[in-house]
């Protein structure tokens, strides 16, 4: 058995998010195969246990958005990412309950309180979450796909701040807005003005070699707090990191140039000797239910979504 297949059959070892992400991205199955996985996401592991959790009124935490991890937003997001089926029983069931049940009452500015949960709030990394999660349920978010075309600054970008005098542009919120664009295109979507924006926002990224200011110096901290950006994290909730957005130009079907290969040998070094890559940080909150994965231990989700920019930056580049 060589490196890489020990690896892999690390990984196939893990929930069935992971496995049916592996499966139709380094396994080399047939599509039913893939499916098959894919279909345990709403039934077993951490998918199940998250669709458990969703309360009568439609909502997990009780609420559209809170500052921990375990509301219906946050929930959704992480859904997204386990690839929970949209088609599926439990997603429609799930999402059905949401747009019948939640508003943002009690959630964000009261201006919002009547809004629907597809209908989003104020905030655009906010609402790029919600319009990520919308687009890939099924939901029509053509509404706040058009308020975050209206939000782009100068540079590119976006920024949760723009509406207190912020010019200058976020990754935390424009990573958030780009995923949202993307999925809404990739789901039916089909506006020249939304993949202008998207492409737009993807160069203020690439612009700055995924993690370097305008001038050039790396910029070391998030200053809101956050994990340096070169330090990986799962999930990621509204935090960027480098191989977020990575993984954001790969789902894009961008072709590697040099201003990536900084990032892209950033991951690459950090493998450990078995072929694996560790958690290195995760954020403070309540997590809806614990992914069994612990920081400075290797970890599943971060080699899975290590190998496949590698393999991306390989294939394309």
């Given at each position: 058995?060589?490196?890489?297949?020990?690896?892999?059959?690390?990984?196939?070892?893990?929930?069935?998010?992971?496995?049916?992400?592996?499966?139709?991205?380094?396994?080399?199955?047939?599509?039913?195969?893939?499916?098959?996985?894919?279909?345990?996401?709403?039934?077993?592991?951490?998918?199940?246990?998250?669709?458990?959790?969703?309360?009568?009124?439609?909502?997990?935490?009780?609420?559209?958005?809170?500052?921990?991890?375990?509301?219906?937003?946050?929930?959704?997001?992480?859904?997204?990412?386990?690839?929970?089926?949209?088609?599926?029983?439990?997603?429609?069931?799930?999402?059905?309950?949401?747009?019948?049940?939640?508003?943002?009452?009690?959630?964000?500015?009261?201006?919002?309180?009547?809004?629907?949960?597809?209908?989003?709030?104020?905030?655009?990394?906010?609402?790029?979450?919600?319009?990520?999660?919308?687009?890939?349920?099924?939901?029509?978010?053509r509404g706040l796909v058009d308020r975050l075309l209206g939000e782009q600054l100068g540079d590119g970008g976006w920024n949760c701040e723009a509406e207190i005098g912020a010019t200058r542009s976020s990754f935390n919120t424009t990573i958030c807005v780009l995923e949202a664009l993307l999925e809404w295109e990739n789901h039916g979507g089909a506006a020249p003005e939304v993949t202008e924006a998207r492409l737009r926002g993807q160069e203020y990224l690439l612009?700055?070699?995924?993690?370097?200011?305008?001038?050039?110096?790396?910029?070391?901290?998030?200053?809101?707090?956050?994990?340096?950006?070169?330090?990986?994290?799962?999930?990621?909730?509204?935090?960027?990191?480098?191989?977020?957005?990575?993984?954001?130009?790969?789902?894009?079907?961008?072709?590697?140039?040099?201003?990536?290969?900084?990032?892209?040998?950033?991951?690459?070094?950090?493998?450990?000797?078995?072929?694996?890559?560790?958690?290195?940080?995760?954020?403070?909150?309540?997590?809806?239910?614990?992914?069994?994965?612990?920081?400075?231990?290797?970890?599943?989700?971060?080699?899975?979504?290590?190998?496949?920019?590698?393999?991306?930056?390989?294939?394309?580049?």
């Amino acid at each position: 058995m060589t490196g890489e297949d020990a690896v892999v059959g690390w990984l196939l070892e893990g929930d069935p998010a992971v496995r049916w992400q592996v499966l139709r991205e380094l396994g080399g199955v047939g599509e039913e195969e893939v499916a098959a996985e894919r279909a345990r996401v709403g039934v077993e592991g951490v998918g199940a246990r998250l669709l458990a959790l969703q309360g009568d009124d439609g909502a997990w935490g009780g609420v559209a958005w809170n500052r921990g991890w375990d509301s219906t937003m946050h929930v959704l997001m992480l859904l997204r990412e386990l690839g929970l089926d949209p088609a599926g029983e439990p997603a429609r069931t799930a999402v059905g309950l949401v747009r019948e049940k939640v508003t943002w009452r009690g959630s964000r500015p009261e201006e919002s309180d009547a809004n629907g949960f597809f209908e989003g709030e104020v905030e655009p990394c906010i609402n790029g979450q919600v319009a990520a999660v919308g687009a890939y349920f099924g939901e029509d978010v053509r509404g706040l796909v058009d308020r975050l075309l209206g939000e782009q600054l100068g540079d590119g970008g976006w920024n949760c701040e723009a509406e207190i005098g912020a010019t200058r542009s976020s990754f935390n919120t424009t990573i958030c807005v780009l995923e949202a664009l993307l999925e809404w295109e990739n789901h039916g979507g089909a506006a020249p003005e939304v993949t202008e924006a998207r492409l737009r926002g993807q160069e203020y990224l690439l612009a700055r070699r995924l993690f370097r200011r305008s001038t050039g110096e790396v910029i070391e901290r998030d200053r809101k707090g956050g994990s340096d950006w070169t330090r990986f994290a799962f999930p990621t909730w509204w935090h960027y990191d480098v191989l977020r957005g990575l993984e954001y130009l790969r789902s894009a079907d961008v072709t590697p140039d040099e201003r990536v290969a900084e990032a892209i040998d950033l991951v690459a070094s950090k493998r450990d000797d078995d072929g694996r890559w560790a958690l290195e940080t995760s954020y403070p909150g309540t997590m809806p239910v614990e992914l069994g994965e612990t920081v400075g231990q290797p970890s599943r989700w971060i080699t899975l979504r290590a190998l496949r920019v590698l393999d991306w930056c390989a294939q394309r580049g």
